[in-house]
Nanobody, 120 residues
């Protein structure tokens, strides 16, 4: 199983960006999917969570500006980011709890990071 994140780049303050993270491989089902970020010199921060049923959770730092969604048919999770601020600059990564073919339990898989830079 692999998770491939994409969509990062340079955006001006106040702008928007959409990240994608697609899972591939011998996947039976995906339960929880998450986005994290890590800014230089800082600890990794959870920025969004979405359950298999579509329930979402956000920290106060991004609530009202970021929206997580998923497309189950494509095993893909998205992070729509708007009203971006310079402090949103970070490497954004995704992970997911995945049930693989032949496995009895879900396992946690990480995608590689994608850099988001918010600067004028």
């Amino acid at each position: 199983v692999q998770l491939q994140a994409s969509g990062g780049g340079l955006v001006q303050p106040g702008g928007s960006l959409r990240l994608s993270c697609a899972a591939s491989g011998s996947i039976i089902s995906i339960s929880v999917m998450r986005w994290y970020r890590q800014a230089p010199g800082k600890q990794r921060e959870l920025v969004a969570v979405i359950s298999s049923g579509g329930s979402t959770v956000y920290p106060d730092s991004v609530k009202g500006r970021f929206t997580i969604s998923r497309e189950n048919a494509k095993n893909t999770v998205y992070l729509q980011m708007s009203s971006l601020k310079p402090e949103d600059t970070a490497v954004y990564s995704c992970n997911a709890n995945i049930r693989q073919l032949g496995k009895l339990d879900d396992t946690l898989h990480w995608g590689q990071g994608t850099l988001v830079t918010v600067s004028s």
